[in-house]
Structures are given as structure tokens and as C-alpha cells.
């Protein structure tokens, strides 16, 4: 990656992107310091590292670089982007009109598309700037300094606000910069993070808090980590295809063999993310409600919607695997993909083409899905188990991160090795 960048530097049209691509970076982590006003900012993150870390919360405060438990101008991130990308891409699926768009509206219906997904982005945003308006002055005593009906207005615009321009700067470097525009910014919000999670490492063996065997333990995990997701994300199932030759005039077009890629792992961490919000939910309700910890409930939150407890991570191990299949089916039609293949004259050696084709390729996308998931699940529970033996609530969402993190640096490497190539062969034909 880092050979990579080093030889993008030399040409002068990819150094603009890259500086301007971190700028644009650095613009958001300086949103990512600014609070709203009227928060007693020191005691919200205080309260959100003793009670909520665990919860769903923890995960868009994981996104968003530690600005959601901070309450600052992009304290929301981009997950109100990221979950509107998703709502209109599964409508596509049971809406007509959207599924026009997307199929056979060319670049117009893709630009329809994104309008409706940057509406989308709006509105989610203020539901989610209310929501966490009112659930700090519903629960936490002290946390606003102010709450009048126009000291709510300015902390819900500037939420909303915050959500918008980070989407329109994913948007500039998608256009200006090195692309990947909103995998950028969560990479950017994750690796801001590691800073502090050293400090509290560091910390932690300095005081005799953390054994030392516990912290090699813990860096062993993570570099294994690193090279398992590196090796699934570029591993890929080939399914052979052969073309039938054939007589177009006095020329002969196809007899050439092909491949169809299946990706191991083609839903990325989505399914840990739905699985994640899922299992998370009761925790984050019984922080909201303020639950007594004693009691059923004070049972309930430590022996079944704990993080540490075996019933949760059964439950989140069950979701990652369901999640995985639905992602599947919505990406790869086999029947379509056999209609596809048949009408351009391709087979798969040893089967007929149309259903023998389809079940043969719903097999493979059913197997590999499965190992895919399994993979998914190992990497999302490696991290909740090294939290629950080194007691600490935040490596729950340690797996999605380091999924995301490397996920990013991979796709950013092979754009840029893209453009390097594209500009090779520019200046071999001049």
C-alpha cells in the first residue's frame, strides 16, 4: 500500500487528488472537534464511556472517530448516509419505479437515485439529531445547559447540518479526489481512534491494570486479524465459462474461456453491522429507559444483553449468518445469471445452460456464502471474547472496525493502481 501511494506521489495529477483528498479529511476532523453548543460535553463522555460503549451506540461513536459520545458538529457521521444508501437499495428491490431506475434508467436514473438518497440522508438526519436531542434531555440530568424550544432547534439543525456536509465532502472526493469518498471518511473517523486506544494500553500496563500478557495477547489477535480479513477480502470463487464459437459473415467471434468471480466474502461488513445494531438493541433501550440494574431486568442486562454474555454472542453469531444469505440473494440471481449466460452463448463446462446452470450456481454462491459467514462471525466474536477477558467493553465493535479499516486500504491501493495503469498506458500510446 505504501509503494503504492509512494509511486502515486510521482505523477502529478494523482498527488492534487491525494492532497486534496486530505484535506477534505482534515476538514472533517475539524467538524469532528467543534461541539454543539448548549452540552456539557465532559459529562456526556463520561456517562457514555461507563454505560453506553457496549451498546449501538458504541458503534456510531466507533464511525464517527469518538465524535457521537463528544456531541459535535459531525457527531452523527456518516451513518445517516450509509443507512439511507441502504433502505433505497433494498427498495429497489420491492419498488418498481426504483428498480426502473436502477436497471434501465442509464446515468439519468442514477442520478434520480442519488437525489433521492441525498433526501433520504436529510430526513434520516433529523430523525436521528432529534432522537439524540431528546434522549439527552430525557436521561441525563445536567448534560444541557438549555432547554428551550429554540436551544433544542439548534442543536437538531446543527446535527442535521453536520450529517449533510459530510456526506457533500464524501461527494468531493469521490469527484475530486482519490474516490472511495465515503469509505475515506470512515476510514479517517476509525484510525483517529487509535491514538487514545494505545494511550488507554499504555495506561493500563503502567498502572498494573492490564497484564502484559493480556496486551501481547491482544496485538497477536489483531495482527492475525489483519491477515485473515486481507486474505478472505481478495479471495474469490472462478466459476469456469466456455463461449461457443460462431459466424458472424466470414468472421468467427467467441470459443473463448472465461471465468464468473464469486466473491468469499461479497456482502463486506454489512451483515456485522444489521447484526450488530440487532443485538445491541436491548442494551442501548435499557440505557435509554434507565432500567434498574437490580432485580429481573439487572439479571436480564448482565446475563443475556451484556456483550460478555454467551447468549448474546450465540444471538449475534446466528444474525451475522442470516444477514450473510439475505446479502447474498439480493446481490447474485442465479437464474438471471444463467439467462445471461445463455443468451450470449456462454456455458458452464459439464452442465446444460438454464436450470442445470442456476441450481449449479446457486450451490456454489450457498456454499461459499456460508464460509463467508463463518468468517464474518470469527472476526466479529474474536474481539468480544479478548474484551471480555481483558474487561473491556469497546473491542466489541473492534471486529467491524478492523473489517472496514483494512476493507478501505485495499480498495484505495487498487484505485490508485487503476489510475497509475490508465496513465501508463496514456503515455505508451502518445
Not at 429554540?150 to 474516490?179: K, R
Request: aromatic content about 14%; some cysteine.
Amino acid at each position: 500500500m505504501f509503494a503504492t501511494i509512494r509511486n502515486a506521489w510521482k505523477i502529478a495529477d494523482l498527488r492534487k487528488k491525494i492532497i486534496f483528498t486530505f484535506f477534505i479529511l482534515l476538514i472533517f476532523r475539524l467538524g469532528a472537534a467543534i461541539p454543539v453548543p448548549y452540552v456539557n460535553v465532559d459529562m456526556l463522555t463520561q456517562y457514555f464511556n461507563a454505560e453506553l460503549s457496549g451498546t449501538i451506540l458504541g458503534l456510531y461513536n466507533a464511525m464517527s472517530g469518538s465524535a457521537f459520545s463528544q456531541a459535535t458538529v459531525f457527531a452523527l457521521g456518516i451513518q445517516p448516509y450509509i443507512n439511507a444508501s441502504i433502505i433505497i437499495q433494498l427498495l429497489c428491490i420491492a419498488i418498481p419505479y426504483l428498480e426502473r431506475l436502477q436497471k434501465e434508467g442509464g446515468e439519468e436514473g442514477k442520478k434520480k437515485l442519488e437525489r433521492i438518497t441525498r433526501y433520504s440522508t436529510l430526513a434520516l438526519a433529523l430523525l436521528m439529531g432529534w432522537a439524540y436531542y431528546m434522549m439527552l434531555k430525557n436521561n441525563y440530568n445536567g448534560i444541557l445547559t438549555n432547554t428551550g424550544f429554540l436551544y433544542a432547534l439548534v442543536i437538531v439543525m446543527s446535527f442535521t447540518g453536520g450529517a449533510c456536509l459530510v456526506m457533500w465532502l464524501g461527494e468531493q472526493i469521490d469527484q475530486f479526489g482519490i474516490g472511495n469518498g465515503i469509505s475515506m471518511i470512515l476510514f479517517a473517523g476509525i484510525i483517529s481512534r487509535i491514538p487514545s486506544q494505545v494511550g488507554a494500553l499504555v495506561s493500563g500496563l503502567a498502572k498494573g491494570t492490564l497484564a502484559w500478557y493480556l496486551a501481547l495477547l491482544l496485538l497477536v489477535g489483531i495482527a492475525l486479524l489483519v491477515l485473515v480479513i486481507v486474505f478472505i477480502t481478495n479471495s474469490e470463487r472462478r466459476i469456469p465459462v466456455q463461449y461457443a464459437k460462431r459466424m458472424v459473415g466470414r468472421k468467427m467471434y467467441g470459443g473463448q474461456s472465461t471465468f464468473l468471480p464469486i466473491k468469499v466474502n461479497m456482502s463486506g461488513v454489512l451483515p456485522v453491522i444489521f447484526a450488530q445494531s440487532i443485538v445491541s438493541l436491548p442494551a442501548t433501550i435499557v440505557a435509554f429507559v434507565g432500567i434498574s440494574e437490580t432485580g429481573f431486568w439487572g439479571w436480564m442486562n448482565t446475563y443475556v444483553f451484556s456483550s460478555k454474555s454467551v447468549i448474546y454472542c450465540v444471538f449475534y453469531f446466528l444474525l451475522i449468518i442470516f444477514f450473510s444469505y439475505f446479502y447474498a440473494m439480493v446481490q447474485f440471481n442465479p437464474i438471471e445469471i444463467a439467462n445471461n449466460m445463455k443468451k450470449n452463448g456462454g456455458f458452464i463446462p459439464g452442465f446444460r445452460p438454464g436450470k442445470p446452470t442456476s441450481d449449479f450456481i446457486g450451490k456454489v454462491i450457498n456454499k461459499i456464502t456460508l464460509f463467508g459467514a463463518i468468517y464474518l462471525a470469527f472476526v466479529a466474536l474474536l474481539p468480544v471474547v479478548l474484551g471480555a477477558i481483558i474487561a473491556n467493553n469497546q473491542l466489541a465493535i473492534g471486529g467491524t472496525s478492523v473489517i472496514i479499516v483494512v476493507g478501505v486500504a485495499l480498495e484505495t491501493t487498487k484505485a490508485l493502481e487503476a489510475q497509475m495503469l490508465m496513465r501508463h498506458y496514456k503515455g505508451f500510446l502518445e
